[in-house]
DNA sequence: CAATAATCGAGACGGTACGTCGCGTCTTGGG
DNA sequence: CCCAAGACGCGACGTACCGTCTCGATTATTG
């Protein structure tokens, strides 16, 4: 997985995968705390425990780390039900709000956002390879839910993909430390879905 | 309007005002283009063509600047007419999308937002002085529509104000150089106005 | 005696005297005290208490001051009695030696010695300004001395006034703060004037 | 020699020995050029071609970093044939006017003969460390003649040290540039050895 | 099992940007 | 017109940190 993929075994002392692990950890805490700009090699070395060279040997630069580092973010993306739109959403949301790791991952989103001006290949490269996956599955949900006529057809999925989403994960930006409570996430969607329910 | 704020005249040769408004508007550039972090006196005094010792005769450290800077963007509010909802809303959208002054204060907007967790005390300031007062004239123009009968009486101001602004401002943070259109405005509210609507 | 000397009255409040020798006075202390190298016109004018632009309405740079300030060193010449060789030498001894006047000139002869190769130009003004006029004192003295017999007639002057002035200048260099001991002068003298070889 | 002595080996890269011994000799070089005071590390290190922090890693001042090029000067010392007293101090005039570091130890001299008011402890440890033991030199030679009757018996040895070389010193002091020439070095000795009284 | 070779943490390297200070010049109000 | 006070742009200072390089020690594979 990381940068300086090799297949044949080399002889000579092998890398460490704990040094891998420990590098990429430290990179999604840095990435995620201090941003892509003040972000440096050496205090990804610092946190992850780790020489600097250790880095180097991996990884060119910062912008090849993270991408590399972002690449394990994509994890195992959530799986809708299928039964209503509303749980779907739930199942979704809930699936960025619980646990360290997706504290992590919105404090990572609020920094990518922040900086798409000064760092603009590293923010696609981030929307394409974490985000998008995560509306493509959302995208599913939204069809299944036009299907059962639980969504308006004359509405582009896009338009209604950024109704629904932008209330939580802008909210989620004002404070990306606590995660959005369940019951406002519901309000938002009694006010969207109520918008975007078909016109009987 | 300098931090050191001086009642009686001092001796010697006064401070010059065009140092004065070189320094926060080149602060205000950076603060969009590079973000708090790495925002540096010495920066701001090459952007504005001024020698470093003459920002640190004014502010002692780069907060104090900012805030400093940050209290000349509260400018004039817009002002709403008052007629319908769709109208006013649309006049709060288009100050933030036209001129550089709004290009710049997308930018600003977008760098506090992204910063949020490594500066709470300065994006408290940021959100108190320069967002919150557009947010009142935005509550306004919410009451004054429930008052007409435009928006539901059911829901609180606050949430209403959210799910409005949500989907234009987290729009604009993914690419602050583009003003929004004006018509994927306009799709914005059909939306959230039909989920808003009070139910006949 | 300062640099822009004036003939005619100009009109307008005239320049202050006491500026002058209060300006004077600051630059002799300061060269004593740290050389010619690191005085500054800043330096001088705190020192002197006086206001940047005063100094330099009156010279262009620091080696004009230097240069004026260096004109008020010459002083009165001591005046030897022409009885004896050494009443004539520890006359001028003497007038190295006592008083604060002369304890600050022994200050300015040692920075002047230790900047003779960064400062050439203001060193030899020095020498010749300063040095020179007592050198010449000196100089009548021996020849005088050679005409009594009390010298040899064999040498030329420049090396006995060398051979003369340099013990006691060498020695006060290594502490121009003390003036010289005169019974330690004294056997300076006995020495160079008899010499080291043994008596037969 | 560097100021942090070390005895055990300490893990990283050690420590570059040619970086010790650059910024050794840039220091001396612009100790004579622009004395004590002026003197900075940053000028120490561009003359060195190496990086500030290179300097300050093994020295924490100015001072001592000055003190331990100082303790380089000592170099070997001249050893006198023993033959006769002229003979012995011309070995020892020579070994300080000739080559390139007996130039720069001349300027340096200089510059510390101007700057004793200023660094007392420098300008003391310098002569304890690089000019008493070419003195205590000296001494020997001037007691080996007084054993052979070249010089008198009656005058102690510190006296007349200080009548033999300071003509020497005090003239070298007045360019130190250019070394003294070996025949006026003669013709001082001529003097101090027989004096300047007329032999009857 | 010894030799080899790549990796490890540690830290020194040259370079650069930082905030501070002091320079010589310029610009006020008041005498 | 002079004077003090002090702000101005500029540049040097000592510091901190960057990415790179280099050391002795460690750890697998190879002969």
Redesign the pocket.
Known sequence: MTH?EQVE????????E???R?IISATLDLLGEVGVT?L????V??R???????V???W???EALIVDAMATLKGPLPRPAGRSLREDVMILFDSQMAGYEAARQRRIYACFMGEVGRHPELARRYINTVIEPRREVMRGVLRAAVARGELRDDLDIELMLHVITAPVLHWTMRDPERPLDKSLANRFLDVTLEGLAPRR
Chains 1, 2, 3, 4 share one sequence.
């Not at 992850?48 to 250790?54: F, I």
């Open positions: 300086t075994r080399r002889s000579g002392r092998p890398r460490s704990d040094a891998d420990a003040p440096s090699i050496e205090g070395a610092a992850a425990g780790v020489g600097k060279a250790t180097y040997r991996r060119p630069n910062k």
